[in-house]
């Protein structure tokens, strides 16, 4: 659209100055109490494997949209999170779903690794310290794997602020629309629900308001979440 602004996204450039400025100090922490998993995850860390996966995405040729069938089984892991972060450095979309005609990539979990006829398949083991996958079947690659094998780089391409950033739970966001999420200081408690509604308040509203996101997914006794409260000092649940 003539006069549309190019830049960046504004979430993946918030992260950027964010990771230069205070880089050591907790973005994302991921529990699954079920099973005593717990991993913290630093705002470089975080900045660091969004660079790693827009560098895949770019040597994987991939111009128009990555689709995450990932996000909607498990929008609350934090591999999960990290996806469309990068593909919006890449100025791609991201379907947070299955894939339509406009992907070129898609983006399983650990429970239906299978190979997408025509399409580049990543199988994220969901591991909590991101461990890969091992025993993939012919035409799916492990995330964790093909991620860490690329450069640490920081390379985010403009695009415009109407283009399509996402598409999934009935709903569609440009670019531009990624940044009036409301932003959010201190430390919250998040409990997954929809793909959007996870990743908004787990990532992109601590990213642009310079506070940090406690994410407990799966199921979890009262005093168990209450617990987590406690230690982690959050505010309380959200969405």
């Known amino acids: 659209m003539a006069g549309t602004p190019v830049g960046e996204n504004p979430v993946v450039s918030a992260l950027s100055r964010r990771a230069r400025g205070g880089g050591a100090d907790p973005l994302l922490t991921w529990y699954r109490p079920e099973t005593g998993a717990r991993t913290e995850l630093s705002v470089r860390t975080v900045a660091n ?8 995405l770019e040597e994987l040729g991939a111009e128009r949209a990555v689709a995450g069938p990932v996000s909607a089984a498990h929008p609350g892991h934090w591999m999960s999170l990290v996806w469309p972060l990068a593909a919006w450095q890449r100025g791609l979309a991201y379907v947070a779903g299955a894939p339509d005609a406009t992907c070129e990539v898609v983006v399983t979990g650990p429970e239906d690794p299978r190979a997408h006829a025509g399409l580049t398949t990543l199988a994220c083991s969901l591991h909590p310290l991101g461990l890969g996958l091992r025993g993939l079947g012919d035409g799916v690659l492990d995330f964790s794997t093909e991620a860490l094998a690329q450069p ?10 109407s283009a399509l950033a996402w598409s999934g739970d009935g709903s569609a966001r440009s670019h531009g629309d990624t940044g009036l999420v409301a932003p959010r200081a201190g430390r919250v408690l998040v409990r997954p629900s929809t793909a ?3 990743l908004a308040s787990a990532l992109l509203g601590p990213v642009l308001g310079g506070g940090s996101a406690v994410v407990v997914e799966g199921p979890v006794e009262p005093e168990a979440l209450a617990r987590i409260v406690a230690a982690e000092r959050t505010t309380g649940p959200v969405a």
């Open 152 to 161: 640490d780089a920081h390379a985010a391409v403009a695009v415009p602020a």
């Open 49 to 56: 494997w969004v660079d790693k996966t827009a560098n895949l």
């Open 196 to 198: 959007w509604e996870t």
